[in-house]
């Protein structure tokens, strides 16, 4: 049996008589890349913030990294990474700057910071940056810096809410390679996306409609399931009853 | 604690690469306090005076002189009916009108009384009323010249009169922008701190910069704590560079100790900063931050006692100024600068912002939630 680091039981969020997600129940191993399906307003941001600790749950339970997502937001946040659909890092900070703040707010030391920056600037290929603020750098940069530096304190699980939104397809390959390489140091990566190529990466994916998982397995899983060739497929097959969407 | 140096170290590149707050922070303080004291100022001067003289004596062109010769009043008709005086007034050319009866010189004399007739264009309150009784005074002061001179000429016994004589403590020129400069830096590091404070917050919240920093273990206390510290040095920035504008341009050199000064700022920017993150909490968007603070800073400065004496407000309008933390600033202002008040006549203004910066603080950190 895999270790589970997220479990959520019938999780639930609801905003007066709208119910954003409606009974969550699903389990993700540690060192998965774990696809979070849906159409626009389908719920997986609500989803995404209860786990993260940003949002509180209205019922239901969840265990993140072993802690209870109601009592012990503080220590989840300790051990898992974030980045938004908006990019958040600090515009008006440099590279540097970036990571040595953020590194500093989740206690690492300043000889760890050193090397993580250094390590990190070379693996981006941002040498020649690192000195230049955040907000002059092109989109695709900043989506592969905020995933680094969500990563910089090493979480356990780290969360990626669109994070290839609006990215040429040459910089999602490399970004994905960034995702793999994580994985592989053991970190478990919970991913929203809209591109069912990237669907396809993922160890297993959920595929939410109007606020309720409807469909979990394995790319290749689903797809014999559902009778059909490509992921785009079973998404069409699944969303297509949506009645919420904008 | 390290974490709180990390959170400062990167709110002061902020600001300091924030050419529009290093403007703010030079400008605002040179600028206001180089301008606004000359505005606010209560002495009534150019006050437009109509002329109706049905008299045309030696007496009556005595007093009209002696009245444009205060310096108070301009004469801008010299008229023969009432009628063409109060157009005047309707057309905004004159504040008041002075009617000089037919037949004044002979009855003052003669029948020792007489009567003027002072009409007052009371649309703008403050000219009229002082203008009026500037008049009023001035023809006292005549009328009693005209008596000594015709009683003492007759009788060769001068009249015994009360003279009263005045001097004016701790302003003793009477000097409004002695009065004012102290109140305006107060209002100056109320908006300055308020303002900064509570738009900064907003804008993370705005640009999301807020969810990344919610999404890690940092604690409220510390973000908070993070926040505060830049803008109150700041705060004392602004307040220093008040001090040396006010000596520089108008020669006000505080009457009292520095240090009591610096106390009572250091605490009072506390309380300020603890408001302005207290209505960051509330805002969602920069543009609301901005209507709030302009709302409250509004009612600070009008209920402060800076341009209206809180003494002469309402019971009710009275006990409301004593929840406005401007108010104290603006007392301890002029009593430090003007009177040399020490610290142990402060000691009541002292404990009531240490009072404002913990309630309001407290509230800031319990109203900012990580999670929502």
């Known amino acids: 049996m895999q270790d589970v680091v997220i479990k959520t039981d019938k999780l639930t969020k609801r905003f007066g008589d709208f119910v954003a997600t409606n009974a969550i129940t699903l389990e993700v191993y540690k060192g998965e890349i774990f696809g979070f399906l849906g159409a626009n307003g389908a719920g997986k941001t609500t989803a995404m913030r209860m786990l993260c600790g940003l949002s509180k749950p209205s019922s239901g339970n969840a265990v993140i990294a072993g802690y209870d997502v109601y009592r012990e937001t503080e220590q989840i946040k300790k051990n898992i990474g974030y980045m938004s659909q908006k990019f958040s890092l600090y515009e008006d900070l440099t590279v540097l700057e970036n990571i040595r703040f953020f590194g500093g707010i989740y206690g690492l030391t300043n000889q760890q910071i050193k090397t993580k920056s250094e390590e990190l600037i070379a693996r981006l290929g941002l040498e020649g940056e690192a000195k230049k603020l955040v907000g002059s750098l092109p989109l695709g940069w900043k989506q592969k810096l905020s995933f680094s530096v969500a990563v910089l304190h090493e979480p356990k699980i780290v969360f990626l809410d669109e994070p290839t939104g609006g990215v040429d397809p040459v910089t999602r390959r490399q970004f994905w390679d960034l995702i793999y390489a994580a994985a592989e140091q053991g970190v478990t990566i919970f991913v929203t996306t809209h591109y069912m190529d990237e669907a396809e990466y993922c160890n297993r994916i959920s595929i939410m409609v109007d606020g309720k998982v409807e469909a979990l397995d394995s790319p290749t899983q689903l797809k014999r399931n559902f009778k059909v060739s490509s992921m785009d497929e079973v998404f069409y097959q699944l969303a297509r009853g949506a009645k919420r969407g904008d | ?372």
């Open chain 2, 1 to 372: 604690m390290r974490t709180v140096r990390f959170l400062l170290q990167k709110e002061f590149r902020q600001i300091f690469r924030n050419k529009a707050i290093i403007a703010m922070i030079c400008v605002m303080p040179v600028v206001q306090l180089a301008v606004l004291p000359w505005a606010a100022d209560y002495e009534v001067k150019n006050v437009n005076l109509a002329v109706v003289d049905h008299d045309h004596s030696t007496f009556s062109r005595q007093l009209i002189q002696t009245v444009t010769a205060s310096g108070y009043f301009r004469l801008t008709g010299y008229n023969d009916s009432y009628q063409d005086a109060m157009h005047l007034v309707e057309r905004d050319q004159a504040d008041l009108i002075l009617e000089i009866p037919a037949g004044f010189e002979r009855n003052l004399v003669r029948e020792n009384q007489q009567k003027l007739f002072v009409a007052v264009n009371a649309i703008n309150g403050t000219k009229a009323n002082l203008g009026g009784a500037y008049l009023a005074a001035i023809i006292k002061n005549y009328n009693q010249t005209i008596r000594t001179e015709l009683v003492s000429g007759v009788t060769g016994d001068p009249l015994h009169l009360i003279e009263i004589t005045s001097s004016n403590w701790f302003n003793p020129l009477m000097n409004y922008k002695v009065y004012m400069v102290p109140g305006i830096l107060a209002i100056l590091i109320t908006m300055v701190g308020g303002f900064l404070s509570a738009l900064n917050i907003v804008k993370e919240k705005e640009v999301g910069t807020i969810e990344q920093i919610n999404v890690t273990p940092i604690r409220k206390h510390h973000f908070i704590l993070g926040k505060l510290i830049p803008f109150w040095v700041l705060g004392n920035i602004v307040f220093t560079l008040g001090l040396i504008v006010s000596w520089l341009i108008y020669g006000i050199v505080p009457e009292g100790n520095l240090a009591v000064l610096y106390l009572f700022i250091a605490i009072y920017l506390v309380s300020v900063l603890g408001f302005g993150l207290l209505v960051s909490t509330f805002c969602e968007t920069q543009q609301q931050a901005m209507f709030i603070m302009f709302f409250f800073m509004m009612l600070f400065v009008l209920l402060g006692g800076l341009f209206t004496s809180i003494d002469s407000m309402p019971e009710w309008a009275k006990t409301v100024t004593r929840f406005n933390p401007v108010r104290y600033l603006i007392e301890v202002m002029r009593m430090v600068m003007l009177k040399g008040s020490e610290i142990k006549n402060i000691v009541a203004h002292l404990i009531i912002v240490t009072l404002f910066a913990i309630g309001l603080n407290a509230l800031a950190i319990f109203n900012y939630k990580k999670t929502s």
